[in-house]
């Protein structure tokens, strides 16, 4: 009998943003904008022998029946303009910027990764994502003129174009001439950066839709996505796998690397009883509300988050949240929440902490490994991107009580053995055109 080998983990560590998933009222909680927090955050994924850090990015803040939403106060910086301060208080570890695809041109964009990429030795990615509404178009000249059914035609063509641009220097460092007629983009002329020590930029890709899955089998060489349970983490895994010969793509050359949080504690019923308090934090009175008002699409602050669910349905086509996707159905959802509601006697606020997200990975440091390396072993997943919820020490305990216990199992490095982010996921380098 044949025995399957040990697979490797790839680690991946997302600074935790403008969202609920961060305690704020932490007291261990920090700065979202100093340099500080992105430092300390990358210096210990860096340290956990991670494949790279991950930032995501938002071009407008977002709005709640008319008002800024209270997460977003802080802001977003700029990511590429982060990654590339970090690229110089840190050595291996890869660096990835989230960079829209609707509301930026080819050139500009992969000039601005090819710098990054040189400046880190090969260490920067792009993690794709689309817009197609109008409240983000608002603070574009172009404004919200992309049909949604356009997003991923124009994202395909963006990096088919920004690969084309890269490849436009020989690996021996010659220039030439590049020209581009297609459906979003006409261009022509010579790109100023020369081919960097890993060829291309790793491209990521979020998404879970259909057209999403099939934008990431033809393009990407990451796919960030979320999916709480093993069964639902293998199917994924299987349909996406599955798209990829199509493309004359093999399974390596897609890394499927789920977001999920882990709440660690010396037992099993500590690191519940943690788990819970932290969902406490997460989901304020405030938050409680807010979510259930995403939902129904209508001003429900009359009524108490420790109380019953509102007796009315929800509004479709609501305006009352910007720039946040609303939940599908959302009156199925309403009905999922009043079933859950009355089957286990909870309140709106009860509610929304045992029907929204949760920790995915809770118990000792020795359960946890164990589970992570069960989600890569039954091709549920290739990896794990870590979203801590506090900022920026989040990632400390995993590091210092999990990621040895891996190492020891030989799912995980002990050390970098490359250079480049390609070569810490098992990447091959693209062919140069000479």
């Known amino acids: 009998m044949t025995v399957r080998p040990r697979r490797k983990i790839h680690l991946a560590a997302h600074f935790p943003g403008v969202n609920s998933t961060t305690v704020w009222a932490d007291p261990r909680s920090r700065s979202q904008i100093a340099f500080s927090s992105f430092e300390q955050l990358a210096r210990t994924a860096e340290r956990g022998r991670f494949d790279f850090f ?4 938002g071009l407008r803040l977002r709005e709640h029946k008319g008002r800024i939403h209270d997460l977003d106060v802080v802001g977003r910086p700029e990511s590429l303009t982060v990654l590339n301060a970090l690229a110089a208080v840190t050595s291996r570890i890869g660096l990835a910027a989230t960079v829209n695809a609707t509301f930026n041109e080819p050139y500009e964009l992969a000039r601005r990764l090819a710098t990054l990429d040189h400046l880190s030795a090969g260490r920067a990615a792009w993690n794709v994502v689309t817009s197609s509404d109008a409240f983000t178009g608002e603070n574009f000249r172009r404004g919200g003129y992309l049909d949604r059914a356009d997003r991923y035609t124009r994202a395909a063509e963006f990096v088919d174009v920004a690969r084309e641009l890269w490849d436009s220097w020989t690996p021996d460092g010659v220039s030439r001439p590049f020209a581009h007629r297609g459906q979003h983009f006409d261009i022509a002329g010579e790109f100023t950066v020369p081919r960097s020590p890993q060829g291309h930029p790793v491209v990521i890709q979020a998404g879970d839709s259909g057209e999403g899955r099939e934008f990431a089998a033809r393009t990407a060489d990451v796919i960030f996505t979320r999916h709480g349970t093993l069964e639902d983490g293998r199917a994924f895994y299987a349909d996406v796998k599955g798209r990829l010969a199509k493309y004359g793509r093999s399974p390596d050359d897609l890394k499927i690397m789920p977001g999920v949080s882990v709440v660690l504690g010396d037992t099993a019923a500590e690191a519940q009883e943690r788990a819970a308090e932290i969902r406490r934090q997460q989901v304020s009175p405030q938050n409680a509300i807010l979510a259930l008002e995403q939902i129904w699409g209508t001003d429900l602050s009359a009524y108490d988050p420790d109380g019953p669910f509102p007796d009315i349905d929800p509004v479709p086509e609501s305006s009352i949240t910007q720039g946040r996707t609303r939940r599908g159905d ?7 929440w009043r079933a859950l509601s009355r089957e286990k006697g909870l309140s709106i606020r009860q509610t929304v902490i045992e029907a929204s997200g949760r920790q995915s990975f809770i118990g000792t440091p020795e359960a946890v490994a164990a ?8 091709d549920a997943a290739d990896g794990f991107i870590l ?3 506090l900022t920026p020490g989040g990632l400390d305990e995993f590091v210092d009580r999990v990621v ?15 250079t480049t982010l390609r070569s810490h996921l098992g ?3 693209p062919a140069g055109k000479g």
């Open 427 to 429: 990447l091959p380098d």
């Open 54 to 57: 991950f930032l995501a990015e």
């Open 404 to 418: 040895p216990l891996l190492q020891e199992r030989g799912v995980f490095r002990t050390e970098y053995r490359g």
């Open 387 to 389: 979203v801590p919820h």
């Open 371 to 378: 589970e992570l390396e069960t989600f890569v072993r039954q």
């Open 330 to 336: 959302t009156v199925a959802m309403a009905e999922k």
